[in-house]
């Protein structure tokens, strides 16, 4: 007798399974399933069927963070090992603030209320930003007249909300939702008032964790509900102070438009502190920063088991970029070491490097919060962090393919497109952040892939840094490829150069000492400037073939030209040395040499050079393709 398939999900799968089987029994072997009242009961039970498999697959992958798709069990799961995803944000900015009090304002100190209004504008819009807490200072002298100082004022954007909740039997411990989805919880202030006829009130704390709260902690923890709002749950007299009835909880926080007020940089004060005939000044410190969205569901997978990992303490570097990443969403990638990697080691030290999403920068105000927040409290007391900023470099590609026209419709053009689509897409997803290499070998894999007619494919990188320059003052510059060079390929963009008290324009190239000879080509060379013309004028530095340093003299740096920022300084890695790795600061010898090699640190952003082939600036295009048809042989 015939065995029912149940493993089947698929309904016209089931239905003909069904069929199968009631054909298999001697009273149904002769019967037309298709032309009877049968064939309806069999599309009901193949539906039936169908909708259960459906439901048990959804149930299954509702089940673990990986598969989940609805946000209430994604955040479900994260709860479940101690991760409460991530509020919207509130742009912060900074600025000084300066009140000279009204005549009537006598007293030494001012406090400056969290409910002072300011407001800056963004291409049309007026935003409402606020001070995070009550901030009181004391009076200063200044020119002679008396002054409230507030230097470095924080202020958050968004609208002040206040909610109220009173005890009852029946939930002590909560859940107390809080109606607001554009709530930023790190402005969440909760207080405790007794009850509403005495209205003595108390701070409650917010905490994440059991370690040392007792029985009388006044303590809340924050959580986000399966409807997609965050909810406060209070102690129950064991684990935190347990609530009583009649108790009225006050909440009040910032509701914020997300990074909708991202990059504000000027801000007025709406009303008086002191009094009228007060007068206030501001200036900016650092424009408005670090607004984001929610935490996404994707953000919340990969961070969940991230900062479950950490145990909530930061030893390893990956517990530092863990949480990190989770604390702010305008950082794409973090990089950290430590001190004993770099040369010459630096002991008792973590280096971190953040890159952030195109379009944010990371700023000092930035840094100080993941350095006080996030990394202090959870590091080793005797470890010290500090910041690196990130140094891109930028990788140059001149690609030579033949392809064979008798296999593809395309044209030539469209095969250099096709080619230049790849390019791109390596880069987009394997490049441009903090502890990524480039491999020549993949990027050729991927255009022979992608382009069937390609037939061959030679691929010559070059490297270029980009020098912030003091122009018009005397200065030494030094630009570190990381990588072993070719000698005869350094190259830089126009300049006009002080020497001799005359100016030149002029570019960079090196010339090898006669030691450096093939096939390894170790040693140094002088790096001279060039007239157009092709006259040396003078010497500007020397460079390292080996570690890819280029050290440039203290010289006078007049201008640039075209539209450029920052001079540009290209060279070509050693034929030897084409994959272009991130890995910690490490040297090694040449056997051969005895020469010292280096190869790139972990602060290193490789990216793809899309500079525009320029006359003016004397640049080479940063993508070369060159697409060529395979000649037959005669």
């Not at 005549?103 to 209320?113: D, H, K, Q, R, V």
């Not at 909530?312 to 070491?337: E, H």
Request: aromatic share 8%; hydrophobic share 35%; glycine share 6%.
């Amino acid at each position: 007798m015939a065995q029912l398939n149940v493993t089947e999900l698929d309904f016209d799968q089931i239905k003909s399974n069904l069929k199968a089987f009631l054909k298999s029994q001697t009273e149904f072997s002769d019967y037309n399933f298709e032309g009877s009242s049968f064939a309806v009961l069999i599309d009901l039970l193949a539906y039936n069927t169908h909708y259960n498999g459906v439901l048990a697959s959804m149930l299954a992958n509702e089940s673990f963070l990986d598969s989940a798709v609805k946000r209430e069990s994604v955040a479900s799961l994260a709860k479940a090992i101690g991760y409460t995803p991530r509020s919207n944000r509130s742009p912060t900015g900074k600025v000084n603030l300066t009140i000279t009090p009204a005549s009537g304002y006598t007293s030494t100190n001012l406090t400056l209320p969290r409910g002072t209004t300011f407001t800056s504008s963004l291409d049309g819009v007026t935003y409402q930003f606020y001070p995070k807490e009550d901030i009181t200072v004391s009076k200063s002298v200044v020119d002679n007249v008396g002054v409230f100082v507030f230097n470095d004022l924080e202020l958050k954007e968004g609208i002040r909300v206040t909610n109220q909740f009173t005890v009852e039997t029946a939930s002590p411990q909560g859940p107390y939702v809080i109606p607001n989805k554009r709530i930023d919880t790190s402005t969440i202030r909760v207080r405790v008032q007794t009850s509403l006829s005495d209205t003595t009130l108390t701070t409650w704390n917010v905490v994440d964790k059991f370690l040392d709260i007792k029985s009388d902690t006044k303590a809340w923890w924050l959580e986000e509900g399966a409807d997609g709002l965050y909810q406060l749950r209070f102690g129950d007299g064991v684990i935190g102070q347990k609530l009583t009835v009649d108790n009225v909880i006050i909440i009040d926080y910032i509701a914020t438009k997300g990074d909708d007020a991202n990059g504000c940089k000027t801000w007025s004060i709406s009303s008086t502190v002191t009094g009228s005939g007060e007068t206030a000044s501001l200036t900016t410190v650092a424009n408005a920063s670090s607004g984001a969205a929610k935490e996404s569901i994707d953000s919340i997978r990969f961070n969940a088991p991230r900062v479950n990992a950490t145990r909530d303490r930061a030893v390893t570097s990956k517990d530092y970029q863990s949480l990190i990443l989770a604390s702010n969403p305008n950082i794409q990638s973090v990089a950290v070491w430590g001190g004993e990697k770099n040369d010459p080691p630096i002991y008792g030290k973590v280096f971190i490097s953040l890159n952030p999403v195109s379009g944010y920068t990371i700023t000092t105000q930035d840094q100080d919060n993941i350095l006080n927040s996030i990394i202090n409290p959870k590091t080793p007391v005797a470890i010290q962090p500090e910041f690196v900023d990130p140094e891109f470099v930028y990788i140059g590609l001149k690609i030579n393919a033949t392809y064979d026209p008798k296999v593809t419709t395309l044209s030539q053009g469209q095969i250099k497109s096709a080619i230049n689509a790849s390019v791109n897409e390596y880069f987009d997803l394997n490049l441009n952040k903090l502890n990524k290499s480039f491999y020549i070998s993949r990027i050729h894999d991927l255009i022979v892939s992608d382009s069937s007619s390609v037939i061959s494919v030679n691929i010559e990188p070059y490297l270029q840094k980009r020098i912030d320059l003091t122009l018009n003052s005397p200065f030494a510059y030094e630009a570190k490829f990381n990588s072993k060079v070719q000698p005869r390929e350094l190259k830089s963009s126009y300049f006009d150069v002080e020497l001799a008290e005359n100016t030149h324009k002029v570019y960079l190239s090196d010339t090898p000492a006669s030691t450096v000879v093939a096939p390894n080509y170790s040693g140094t060379g002088i790096v001279n400037f060039i007239k157009t013309d092709g006259t040396i004028v003078g010497e500007a530095g020397t460079i390292d073939y080996d570690s890819g340093t280029v050290s440039l003299n203290s010289m006078t740096i007049k201008s640039l030209y075209g539209t450029d920022k920052k001079l540009k300084v290209r060279i070509k890695p050693h034929d030897s040395y084409k994959d272009i790795t991130t890995d910690a600061l490490i040297r090694t010898s040449d056997t051969s040499t005895a020469a010292v090699v280096a190869k790139p640190s972990r602060n290193t952003v490789l990216t793809l050079d899309d500079s525009a082939a320029s006359s003016t600036t004397n640049t080479d295009v940063g993508v070369d393709i060159t697409v060529t048809p395979e000649v037959e042989e005669v």
